[in-house]
């Protein structure tokens, strides 16, 4: 096997398994929202806006959009700097990522524990698939090919 099988393999794999790993990290949330509040009547609420004293349900629609949103950017990130910086493309999206992950958890002190818990295990399972499906899909990561 040439060194272009090898590549054209790695590729191949790249743009098939990207998609996939998208797609459970938008559908990670959406299954711990609809089983909090669906199976275990857990109410989510929100901030309007950050900062903001008014708090609304969080209902799935926006679960949906925050998810693919992050998802895509994140996606987004790391083809740039797959181009732009490739020796350290992964280290640098990484690093990236766990900082957004945390920085997004529910923080506020007017959370419920159960709003915490729901809000950050969405947080944790979108971070956690996003971060550990790159890796894997990554150029040069032996586990790829």
């Known amino acids: ?8 393999g790695t590729q191949g794999t790249i743009r098939w398994a990207r998609p996939l790993v998208a797609l459970g990290a938008v559908l990670a949330p959406v299954l711990i929202h609809l089983v909090a509040v669906q199976l275990f009547d857990v109410e989510l609420t929100v901030p309007e806006s950050p900062g903001s004293d008014v708090w609304a349900e969080l209902e799935l629609g926006p679960v949906i959009g925050a998810s693919i949103i992050a998802v ?12 732009v910086v490739p ?13 957004v992950m945390v920085l997004s958890l529910p923080w506020n002190p007017d ?3 159960g709003e915490r818990v729901v809000i950050g295990a969405m947080h944790l399972a979108i971070g956690a698939i996003l971060i550990i499906g790159m890796h894997r899909t990554a150029a040069g990561d032996p586990s790829t090919g």
């Open 1 to 8: 096997m040439s060194v272009a099988d090898v590549s054209a």
């Open 111 to 113: 959370f419920t524990a």
């Open 72 to 83: 895509l950017l994140g996606w987004a990130l790391l083809a740039v700097l797959e181009r």
């Open 87 to 99: 020796a350290r493309a992964l280290t640098i999206w990484t690093v990236v990522a766990v900082v």
